[in-house]
Each structure stands twice: as structure tokens, then as C-alpha cells.
């Protein structure tokens, strides 16, 4: 199983908006609606931010909102913060109880 | 509140076996997946398997297989990650994270801390 394809690097200034990309095939993120993105600080645990390609658990601020399109899903981040920079993974169920994720995303917020 | 809290570092040498528990609490623990992933330093995260703490179904990534056994003890609400044969290459953070679908494993929702987990001769 492959990694997903996450541009290596995002950037934004304070109140931008950005949107991350991750893309895969038909046998991940096109065959399934169960696309999530992850939060991760420098030495934390990830952080669920979207799953189910749109849904955002409690907690977590509208400004963060997921998207698909064919392989290509989508996270984006409007109304940036200095609390918003970290790295970013996309994650996608790929059939036969198999996850694959994204090799992640570094956003910087300028 | 949900917590998923995992056994401390470890160091082992190559070849040597590690066994990393994850003991969950605040939730029915056999209504939920488990899942185990790896983050080796400066890397991204790598899903590693999954167990249902429901019926102990498990699946393992294919480059895995062979040298992974994921369990779970409903009486304790933990579940188990053993790696064998440890090579350099296995050295990383690894964190356990709940699957709330509890059927298959499509987002993980809560994690555990992460155990660091060091092979070196």
C-alpha cells in the first residue's frame, strides 16, 4: 500500500486561508467516504481534526473544514492562526480493513 | 473523558522482541477498534493494524507481517502490540488510537501518548 500524496509544505499569513491536498487512488480515498486529517504538534499525540471526508468532531473550530474530489481529497484551514502551524496527515481506509496515510504536511503560518 | 495511556520507553537490542500496552478507560472498551501507529523520528505516521476489542479481529499492514501480533484483554481494558525481530529501522514513537466505528478501522479519534521505543546494539 502506498502513502498518500500530501504536498511536502504549506504556508499562510494570519486570517489567509490554505487548503492541503492528499491524493490517492480509486482503491483509498476514491473508493471510500472515510477520509480523515490529522493535527500533530512538534512531541505531541495526532490530533483528529475531519473524518468522514467533511465531518468535524466536537471541539474542533468551523474554520477547519474537508473536502473530495475523485482521489484527491482536501483540508482547508480558513481564517489562520499562529496556533494553527504544525503538520497535517491525511488518512484513508483502502479496503480489507487496511489505512493508509499521507506522508504529511508541514504548514507554516508566516 | 476517554483515555488511552500507554506503557513506558523501552530500549532493546537488534533481534529482541517488544511488547507495548495501551490500557483504555472513560469507555466501553469492546464497542471499539484498536489501532497501532508508528512515527520513526523526523518521519510522517505509519498505520501499522488494527484489532476489534469487540470479537478480537485483527489485520496488519502487509510490511509487517510476520513480526506483529496486536491482542487485547477485554478483563483489563488494555490492548498489546508486540513487534519481534527488531531492526534499526524500528525505532519510532508508537502510539495506540481508538477507531470509533469499532467495525472497521476508517479514523482514530483518540490516542495514546506514544511510547518510544529505542533499538540499538
Known amino acids: 500500500q502506498s502513502a498518500l500524496t500530501q504536498p511536502r509544505s504549506v504556508s499562510g499569513s494570519p486570517g489567509q486561508s490554505v487548503t492541503i491536498s492528499c491524493t490517492g487512488t480509486?482503491?483509498?480515498?476514491?473508493?471510500?467516504?472515510?477520509v480523515s486529517w490529522y493535527q500533530q504538534h512538534p512531541g505531541k499525540a495526532p490530533k483528529l481534526m475531519i473524518y468522514?471526508?467533511?465531518k468535524r468532531p466536537s471541539g474542533v473550530p468551523d474554520r477547519f473544514s474537508g473536502s473530495k474530489s475523485g482521489n484527491t481529497a482536501s483540508l482547508t484551514i480558513s481564517g489562520l492562526q499562529a496556533e494553527d502551524e504544525a503538520d497535517y496527515y491525511c488518512?484513508?481506509?483502502?479496503?480489507?480493513?487496511?489505512?493508509?496515510f499521507g506522508g504529511g504536511t508541514k504548514l507554516t503560518v508566516l | 473523558q476517554v483515555q488511552l495511556v500507554q506503557s513506558g520507553a523501552e530500549v532493546k537490542k537488534p533481534g529482541a522482541s517488544v511488547k507495548v500496552s495501551c490500557k483504555a478507560s472513560g469507555y466501553t472498551f469492546t464497542s471499539y477498534g484498536i489501532s497501532w501507529v508508528r512515527q520513526a523520528p523526523g518521519q510522517g505516521l505509519e498505520w501499522m493494524g488494527w484489532?476489534?476489542?469487540?470479537?478480537?479481529?485483527?489485520n496488519y499492514a502487509q510490511k509487517l507481517q510476520g513480526r506483529v501480533t496486536m491482542t487485547t484483554d477485554t478483563s483489563t481494558s488494555t490492548a498489546y502490540m508486540e513487534l519481534r525481530s527488531l531492526r534499526s529501522d524500528d525505532t519510532a514513537v508508537y502510539y495506540c488510537?481508538?477507531?470509533?466505528?469499532?467495525?472497521?478501522?476508517?479514523?482514530?479519534?483518540?490516542w495514546g501518548q506514544g511510547t518510544l521505543v529505542t533499538v540499538s546494539s
Open positions: 480509486s482503491s483509498d480515498v476514491g473508493g471510500y467516504n472515510y
Open positions: 488510537a481508538r477507531d470509533p466505528s469499532g467495525y472497521v478501522p476508517k479514523s482514530f479519534d483518540y
Open positions: 488518512c484513508s481506509y483502502a479496503g480489507s480493513y487496511n489505512v493508509v
Open positions: 484489532i476489534s476489542a469487540y470479537n478480537g479481529n485483527t
Open positions: 468522514d471526508v467533511s
